[in-house]
């Protein structure tokens, strides 16, 4: 092994002495000792033991690592309800740019103008997409979106005084932070079963709504990548009962400028700016959750939000209604920066652009797919599709992880694995408009040539990676963090 592929941590290759650096010796006068400023209670007897190397072995150490990762820039990512699309360099180095990146949050808001105004247009925009006239920016994720949406819609039944409102109504093919944000809000959450066409079974939602209702999450275009169609009939059902209607905005990628949440109904929704607006993410993190809400919820957004008073821009934390902070200053500016360079550049026809494109890769993409593959919903589908191993499972007994690991041999990211979970050996695929045809066509040949692959070779993949096939379970719940 020579040392591009070494696998030592830089705790194996220290050797005592070794320095990248040295510190000139302090020229600052102090009238005490340093050591007497802290009391001996509060100080380390010994110092940390930190790996010690040259400069040489630290770069290379890095560079190593950062070439283990599969990224967006590195790979073909077609991880089903992430929207790993392609993070336009020219946003980083506009969110780079000094008179942004070097302000700090506790600045005065007149010193503040020109990111506060941006913040003020990026509340316009996201409220024009979705239809939906309040926006808070706080939110760090799409999931504490979820979460903040839900505490707006408990303090607005609290303040009408409904508080028998304790049911969220949960699609069973919803993403698993619907219901655990419903039940962390103090909500219970209850299963809505979906038809065998993949859509929301109206028979068991009009069984399940009642007065106890208090918001009904839906995800447009679901996770299986359909379009709910009876999406009116569904927002109408639920307001004649007094609930409120939640879209999960996780797959906005696929009805930008082509439809508006609050037009076919939904009251609140959060945006996965990491996704939709290409946030660079994956690996957890980092992320932007807004959420966008009718007028009549606004007093209860978290304070402060952006607003215009003639031209200058200001946060108004007067807002006795809300329901408070949800996240420290102004919510994870450096991703809604990325967030507003992309909708300024591609404008409102070229984000209907992005859907219409994302929709036709996908649909490409899946009509390959069946080639070799089940896929257990008819078409045409939205932004992403979901395809079944299960005919592999019962043929060769090959699961869908088997497929998943083994893309990683030919150089692909996996696509999601078993979710939703309504879907059986379940490979979920979303390749996002700013794929090729070349790229798509390569991917669906190396899925139909894995098909026919020797089984084991497939039950044991990866076999071109530093780490073999990992035990999943194992490492979630007994993950080891630390070097020793
Ligand atoms: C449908 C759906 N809803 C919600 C979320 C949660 O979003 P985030 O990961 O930003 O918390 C996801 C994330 O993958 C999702 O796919």
Known sequence: MNNTQSTELLFEISKTGRRCHRLPVCDVPVDEPLESLLPDAHRAAEPPPLPEVGEIDLIRHYTN??????????????????????NPKRHERFAGLPGFAALHPLQDDETLQGMLELLFHMQEYLAEISGLPAVSLQPAAGAQGELTALFVAAAYFRDKGETQRKKVLVPDSAHGTNPASAALAGFEAVTVKSTPGGLVDLDDLRAKIGPDTAVFMITNPNTLGLFEKQ????????????????????NMNAILGITRPGDFGADMQHYNVHKTFTGPHGGGGPGSGPIAVR?????????????????????????????????????????????????????????????????????????????GYDIPHAGPCMHEFVA??????????????????????????????????????????????????????AFADTLLAIRNEEPDMLRTAPHTHIISRADEVKAAKEPVLRWK
């Not at 690592?65 to 392609?86: A, E, V």
């Not at 893309?407 to 059986?424: E, K, S």
Request: a neutral charge.
């Open 65 to 86: 690592l950062s070439t283990r990762n599969m990224s967006i820039d590195t790979n073909f990512y077609p991880l089903g309800s992430c929207t790993m699309k392609y």
């Open 231 to 250: 999406i009116q009939t569904i927002t109408t059902l639920l307001h004649e009962q007094g609930a409120l209607v939640y879209l999960d905005g996780a």
């Open 295 to 371: 007028e009549f919820l606004a007093p209860y957004l978290p304070a402060p939000v952006v607003v215009q008073d003639g031209d200058r821009y200001r946060l108004e934390y007067d807002m006795p209604k809300s329901i408070g902070r949800v996240r420290s200053f102004f919510g994870n500016v450096g991703i809604l920066f990325r967030g507003y360079c992309y909708i300024r550049t591609l404008g409102p026809d070229g984000l209907k652009d992005v859907s219409e494109q994302a929709v036709l890769n996908a649909n490409y993409l899946r009509a390959r797919v069946a080639e």
């Open 388 to 441: 079944s191993a299960r005919g592999l499972l019962r043929e060769k007994k090959i699961r869908a992880m088997d497929i998943a690991k083994r893309l990683l041999d030919y150089g692909y990211h996996a696509p999601t694995v078993y979710f939703p979970l309504v879907v059986p050996e379940a490979l979920m695929m979303e390749p996002t408009e700013t794929e090729s045809r070349e790229t798509l066509d």
